[in-house]
T-cell receptor, first 112, second 110 residues
Framework: AQKVTQAQTEISVVEKEDVTLDCVYE???????LFWYKQPPSGELVFLIR????DEQNEISGRYSWNFQKSTSSFNFTITASQVVDSAVYFC?????????WGAGTKLIIKP | DGGITQSPKYLFRKEGQNVTLSCEQN?????MYWYRQDPGQGLRLIYY???????QKGDIAEGYSVSREKKESFPLTVTSAQKNPTAFYLC?????????FGSGTQLSVL
């Protein structure tokens, strides 16, 4: 069975600190995709990144970076120099066409 | 602006009542989805539709029904058979593997 675990229910840091959100997944598929979405207080989820199982390159986009390691089945997300606007619930998801398995989400609170 | 519009933002259901949540998209996406979100849990798929006049059950379809008569519209009906309907409902459409979400409807029971 496929499963996504986000063990951190809530993280609170002071602005400008770096923060890493953990995501561990389980799948028997050899081909799969991993995703991160952000849910701000407004409610709609916003796509952040997709990574396929063939590509273990780390990715950096501005203050955001992602570390994909198949050996540990992890796809962690780091925000560098966090800002108050980063406060949201972040979801990790696993899957392919039409059906995703979602983690429970990590609520990130950035204090000014 | 292109996007997904969900209405209403808040909805209250009386016991034994059916209620319908609206979802409209102008992104020209073929696939549309309904998810349920409960506090502290990930999203759970209720129904999805890959094309007009066709839809499939997700993981928690019992007590829900959908229709897909137009590409732009994918309404969700929460029937009286759904005994625990209080949740946040999210509609989405997809382009390839990327999901685009509406801003959600919070359904509560009176």
């Amino acid at each position: 069975a496929q499963k996504v675990t986000q063990a951190q229910t809530e993280i609170s840091v002071v602005e400008k600190e770096d923060v890493t959100l953990d995501c561990v997944y389980e799948t028997r598929d050899t081909t799969y995709y991993l995703f991160w979405y952000k849910q701000p207080p407004s409610g709609e989820l916003v796509f952040l990144i997709r990574r396929n199982s063939f590509d273990e390159q780390n990715e950096i986009s501005g203050r955001y970076s992602w570390n994909f390691q198949k050996s540990t089945s992890s796809f962690n997300f780091t925000i560098t120099a966090s800002q108050v606007v980063d406060s949201a619930v972040y979801f990790c998801a696993l899957g392919g066409n039409y059906q995703l398995i979602w983690g429970a989400g990590t609520k990130l609170i950035i204090k000014p | 602006d292109g996007g997904i519009t969900q209405s209403p933002k808040y909805l209250f259901r009386k016991e034994g009542q059916n209620v319908t949540l609206s979802c409209e998209q102008n992104l020209n996406h073929d696939a549309m989805y309904w998810y349920r979100q409960d506090p502290g849990q990930g999203l759970r798929l209720i129904y999805y539709s890959q094309i007009v006049n066709d839809f499939q059950k997700g993981d928690i379809a019992e007590g829900y029904s959908v229709s897909r008569e137009k590409k732009e519209s994918f309404p969700l009906t929460v029937t009286s058979a759904q005994k625990n309907p209080t949740a946040f409902y999210l509609c989405a459409s997809s382009s390839g593997l990327k999901l685009f979400f509406g801003s959600g409807t919070q359904l509560s029971v009176l």
